[in-house]
């Protein structure tokens, strides 16, 4: 649903949820057996403890400007929320490394590390906020595409889906947070523009080096019937990441929000999806 003054549905609240994922008997390709698809959400992964790290700075280097007790709430549920998926998102990249991709796990988290550390020191607080918001937008649109394709959900293996689905979830519901606090304090239409497209420009070369160097472990890189299929599931007509392309172009509308797209009802589907689980695995 579009919204005209686009705002957080009332009803969707930002609380941070410790999960202490298990990540047992693990497929090595753990979306529905595919090495291109899971390689390039392992890839994914081995970005965020650094990078869910470096959006909390930058969102707490600006949270000082903000009277509004409603808005520094939310502010505090993304912080927490954030460094909660740092720390399950360590426990899955270490799994990674249990499995055997120890020199790629450790290697690609050391790249993202370096990488956001350069960012850092050359960057101003402004434009790393500007590249908090860019890649907040780009994490709830991949968000809203599993969260929205339960066929997708199903393809992964339920020792990890939970992991996915938990940061998806969070991931919408905070979705706004950094882009409110950019629109306060820094809200140049042209730095937006310009940060989301080096922003995203950055982590395609990254997840490709990493989904490569996963594929390389396997030996996938020589059977390029495989990759080909893997490629379609991502990039061809209806693929993983190519049916996020219309809503990643919503971020250069002038007007844009992240709540103009309303998929709150997502967040209450799949946490009662995750309620049941949890109540089951209980059992
Ligand atoms: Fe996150
Ligand atoms: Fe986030």
Redo the contacts with the bound molecule.
């Keep these: 649903m579009t919204r005209s003054r686009a705002s957080k549905p009332a009803s969707v609240a930002i609380t941070p949820q410790r999960m202490d994922f298990a990540f047992e008997n693990v497929p090595r390709h753990w979306f529905a057996g595919d090495p291109v698809v899971t390689h390039f959400l392992n890839a994914l992964s081995l970005t965020?403890p650094d990078?869910?790290r470096f959006?909390v700075d930058s969102v707490r280097a600006y949270r000082d400007r903000i009277s509004d007790p409603v808005q520094q709430k939310e502010i505090s549920g993304f912080i927490g929320?954030?460094a909660m998926?740092?720390l399950e998102?360590n426990s899955f990249n270490e799994m990674l490394s249990a499995q055997g991709y120890e020199k790629e796990a450790r290697g690609g988290q050391s790249l993202a590390r370096k990488l956001i550390a350069a960012g850092q020191a050359r960057m101003s607080k402004r434009m790393q906020l500007h590249a908090t918001a860019a890649l907040e937008h780009i994490?709830a649109i991949l968000a809203y595409r599993l969260l929205s394709d339960p066929a997708l959900v199903n393809r992964m293996d339920p020792s990890v889906r939970d992991l996915w689905i938990w940061?998806a979830i969070?991931?919408t519901e905070?979705k706004g947070v950094a882009f409110d606090l950019l629109m306060e304090v820094a809200p140049d239409y042209r730095d937006r523009v310009r940060t989301q497209l080096a922003a995203s420009l950055a982590l395609a070369s990254y997840t490709t080096q990493y989904t490569w160097a996963f594929l390389k472990r396997d030996g996938i890189h020589r059977r390029p019937l495989v990759l080909a299929r893997g490629l379609w599931r991502l990039f061809g007509i209806n693929g993983l990441v190519s049916r996020t392309l219309p809503m990643w172009l919503r971020y250069f509308r002038p007007g844009f929000h992240p709540w103009e797209v309303d998929d709150s009802h997502l967040i209450a589907q799949w946490r009662h999806v995750l309620q049941e689980e949890k109540l089951a695995s209980a059992a």
Aim: net charge negative; aromatic share 14%; glycine share 8%.
């Design positions: 965020f990078g869910e959006f929320q954030e998926h740092s998102h994490t940061h969070e991931e905070h």
